[in-house]
């Protein structure tokens, strides 16, 4: 796989009902035309970004992810529509990563075998007790989650993710380690498990505000998310960021983007990019709050994504990058890490020869990683 290669994120910002915790950009579907005005939008932004760029070499992509919102509401003929674009748009790789996010409750009524292009799933279960759910909005049942899992393997996928959450109110250590046992005895490629956060604007914060409910206590939530990684890293998973564990071979390469600092670009509302050094975010068609990164941004980009994997950062890539070492990059940020390295939250790794490599945060020292990362920004 050639690092160098771009990824394409595709928005879909419909769903069945929305979720009184989801931040993001998305809402009830109220037609099917919605859909098709929606689907043509998309196809000229795509066609668009393409003819601005004619002069150019066709970029060379790797990865697609067509996320939302819920995608699988989106005809499958629709979505092979898109792809096609976006074939005679790029070179696209024959063994390009194309993701689509399901939710369990449409995955009922659309067959997968509609989406032969589509050779990775993403599947919303986020809990396999049905009083979790409930207390989540979701629109699907545990037994309808186990079911669309077994739907995707019976049509053919072999690189399935399961999203999971934990830290809801009244959540109890059982009720969580129920569903990552049930999630890996159903074994999946790839499994994302992420604390629920709540976020201004939504129900869940109006509720939190006006006191119906107590956020979880920091230290269950703390003690459910390394009760994960364990029970994750005994059956086989690599962790191998900070919510993201996967069978060896099987780590997401569209998000490793993100982290990594590798070019990407998004179609559809509030889709996001990053290409030609400028960040950019797409609505109604145009580009908003577009940014052209000077050369410290990305060096500090690269630092704080790149923290967010186990792996850490490793200065022999950043040299590379950037032609500086990455000791001296940040020279004016060393002394304030001190802290981190004295409590082992925070590890450099030296090479055979005895010269720095690496700069990891440790387990440890997960539960305050933003505050490590903030220092980079």
């Known amino acids: 796989m050639t690092t160098n290669n771009l990824g394409i994120y595709i928005h879909i910002p419909?769903?069945?009902?929305?979720?009184?915790?989801?931040?993001?950009?998305?809402?009830?579907?109220?037609n099917a035309e919605e859909l098709r005005i929606y689907k043509d939008r998309l196809i000229k932004e795509i066609n668009d970004f393409c003819t601005a760029r004619e002069d150019n070499p066709k970029h060379t992509v790797d990865s697609i992810f067509i996320g939302g919102g819920t995608p699988s509401l989106m005809p499958?003929?629709?979505?092979?529509e898109i792809l096609s674009v976006i074939n005679n748009c790029f070179h696209v790789t024959r063994d390009c990563e194309i993701t689509l996010e399901a939710n369990p409750f449409t995955m009922g009524t659309v067959p997968l075998a509609n989406f032969p292009a589509v050779n990775r799933l993403s599947i919303g279960v986020q809990s396999f007790d049905d009083g979790v759910l409930k207390?989540?909005?979701?629109?699907?049942?545990?037994?309808?989650?186990?079911?669309?899992?077994?739907?995707?393997?019976?049509?053919g996928f072999d690189n399935i993710n399961l999203d999971l959450m934990f830290g809801i109110p009244g959540q109890s250590m059982r009720q969580w380690t129920t569903t990552l046992e049930k999630a890996i005895a159903l074994n999946p490629e790839?499994?994302?498990f992420y604390s629920l956060q709540i976020e201004e604007g939504t129900p869940y914060y109006k509720r939190f505000m006006n006191g119906d409910f107590d956020?979880?206590?920091?230290?269950?939530?703390?003690?459910?998310?390394?009760?994960?990684i364990r029970m994750l890293k005994a059956a086989g998973y690599k962790h191998y960021e900070i919510s993201n564990a996967a069978k060896p071979g099987f780590e997401c390469r569209h998000n490793l983007k993100y982290w990594t600092g590798k070019e990407y670009v998004g179609f559809g509302d509030s889709a996001?990019?990053?290409?030609?050094?400028a960040r950019y975010t797409m609505m109604n068609g145009e580009r908003i709050d577009y940014h052209i990164n000077s050369k410290f941004d990305d060096m500090s980009e690269f630092a704080f994504?790149?923290?967010?994997?186990?792996?850490?950062?490793n200065y022999g890539e950043f040299k590379g990058r950037f032609g500086i070492d990455f000791?001296?990059?940040?020279?004016?940020r060393w002394d304030d890490l001190a802290e981190f390295f004295d409590s082992g939250a925070l590890k450099q790794y030296v090479a055979d020869d005895g010269t720095p490599a690496s700069l990891v945060i440790t387990e440890q020292g997960i539960d305050i990683s933003n505050k490590i990362m903030a220092i980079f920004v």
């Open 190 to 192: 790839h499994i994302s």
């Open 305 to 313: 994504t790149g923290l967010r994997l186990t792996r850490g950062i």
């Open 76 to 80: 499958a003929d629709y979505i092979d």
């Open 135 to 155: 207390t989540l909005g979701r629109v699907h049942t545990a037994r309808e989650a186990e079911g669309a899992f077994v739907s995707a393997r019976a049509a």
């Open 327 to 332: 000791r001296e990059a940040f020279s004016d």
């Open 272 to 277: 996001a990019s990053y290409i030609d050094g």
């Open 14 to 30: 419909f769903c069945v009902r929305k979720c009184p915790y989801c931040g993001f950009h998305s809402h009830p579907l109220e």
């Open 215 to 228: 956020e979880l206590p920091e230290e269950l939530d703390r003690d459910m998310y390394h009760t994960a």
